[in-house]
Every structure is written in C-alpha cells, then in structure tokens.
C-alpha cells in the first residue's frame, strides 16, 4: 500500500510548525512499511483529484492567505470538491480551515474560499484568540481529545450545513470564536481546526484516522493499522494536554 499525500501552497502555508504533520504522517506511514508518496500544489498548478488520497492544507498569516485564496479557488476548487466528495481525506489547519468556508472577510476586503464547508471567518475588533486548547471530539466514532495551539485573529461562525469537530473543554482554549464553544469543522472524511502545534504529533490517534481514511479510497477497503509502540506519542498528547489544562 502506498499514501498519497498532496500539500497546497507549503511555501506560503506553513506557520507554527504545520509542516510537521506531514513529517509525522510519513513516519507512521514507513513504520508499517505502507509506502508515502508526497507531492505538492502551488501558484497556478492544476491538481489530480484521483492522484491524491489525502490532501492537506497548512496555516499562514493574512497575507499568506491573500496570495493564495484566489489561486486556491480557481484552479483546485473544483478537483477538491471532486476528490473529498469521492471520499479522499482534507486536512485543513488554521488559515487554511478558514479558506475551506464561504469567504474571510478583512475590513473591507474579502477573500473568496473553497466552499467545501458552510462557514465564514470575520476579522472582528477584539483581541487575538491564542493559547493551548483542549477539544472533545467524536471523529473515528467515540469520544477522545485533541490538544495543541491555537493563535487566530478571525473568528470563524458555522452555518446550519456545518458539523464542528467537537466543543472546547469548558475554560481551556477559545475554538472558532471565543463565544459559541465550538471549534473547527468535520465532514466524514474532511477536517478543519485551529489547532496548531503541530497538531498530528500531539494527537496520533488522528493522523492514523486520516491514513485509514485515505488507504480506504485508492483500496477499496479500511486497513486495520499496526499498532506502533507510541510511548514519545502518549508524552506528546499528555503534555499538550496539560498545557491547556486538561
């Protein structure tokens, strides 16, 4: 078996570390001898939706978002569309969760966004929302959490299509927007989020999900992973845990 992973814009899309999740997910992969073809999507290249399994989108800063946002738009919408709705794996973190909704709206600007999931992001007066933050989540049908950081200007409003990927443990982080206690997005086979860290590290459990996800559409079927040895994983999720209070 081989994963197949495609990064969008990892020159302009890589902040907090977020590159680290494609690090990690090459390593779980190797370690079970699944084999990891990684490629990537910049300005202006087109995109294969059925070369890739697994497509991951990394945070960047306003202006990092302006450079690409009308890119993203018009020249890998609609393979996007087309492979998450075919059952590929979208991971989506931080400025890149804020692209897969409606639009970001920046004062007067407004930068368009991938429409895969009803949502919007307002840059509004107030503080940024930053800190460690702990999540409670249901993905991969039970109840588990997701630990990292979370450093966000805009605040990001769920519509009535949209399912969020869990809800902030009560006084440890401030998730979407720091008032309704939901944080990020899910679609069966496509997750946004705010938490940076970078996130896959400190929450294994997660990027074995995405790997499963992703074999099970080049194969047909959902593999049952080796189980790997995870004590430096376990510390990381503790410690991430810990620094959100959780």
């Not at 197949?4 to 999740?21: E, F, T």
């Not at 073809?37 to 697994?54: F, M, R």
């Not at 991971?91 to 949502?119: F, H, I, K, M, R």
Request: hydrophobic share 35%; with cysteine; proline share 4%.
């Amino acid at each position: 078996m081989e994963l197949r992973v495609l990064s969008l814009y990892p020159d302009q899309m890589n902040i907090y570390a977020d590159r680290g999740n494609i690090l990690f997910l090459q390593r779980r992969s190797e370690w079970r001898g699944i084999g990891f073809q990684w490629k990537c999507a910049g300005q202006g290249e087109s995109v294969d939706p059925a070369a890739h399994d697994l497509f991951y989108i990394g945070g960047g800063q306003d202006r990092d978002q302006r450079f690409v946002a009308a890119d993203m738009v018009e020249t890998k919408r609609a393979a996007l569309e087309s492979a998450v709705d075919d059952g590929a794996a979208l991971l989506a973190v931080c400025g890149g969760y804020q692209l897969l909704g409606e639009s970001y709206q920046l004062g007067e600007e407004t930068l368009p966004g991938l429409g895969l999931a009803d949502l919007r992001t307002v840059r509004e007066e107030g503080p940024r929302l930053i800190g460690n933050v702990a999540i409670e989540t249901e993905i991969g049908g039970r109840k588990r959490i997701l630990a990292g950081f979370e450093n966000h200007g805009g605040r990001t409003y769920l519509g009535k299509e949209a399912r969020p990927l869990g809800t902030v443990v009560k006084g440890h982080g401030y998730g979407n927007n720091g008032g309704d206690g939901l944080e990020g997005v899910w679609r069966d086979n496509m997750v946004g989020t705010y938490l940076h860290g970078p996130l896959l590290p400190k929450n294994a459990w997660l990027a074995d999900h995405l790997i499963e996800l992703a074999l099970e559409r080049r194969y047909g079927t959902r593999p049952t992973l080796d189980p790997l040895p995870d004590e430096l994983e376990r510390a990381a999720h503790a410690s991430a845990r810990a620094a959100a209070g959780v």
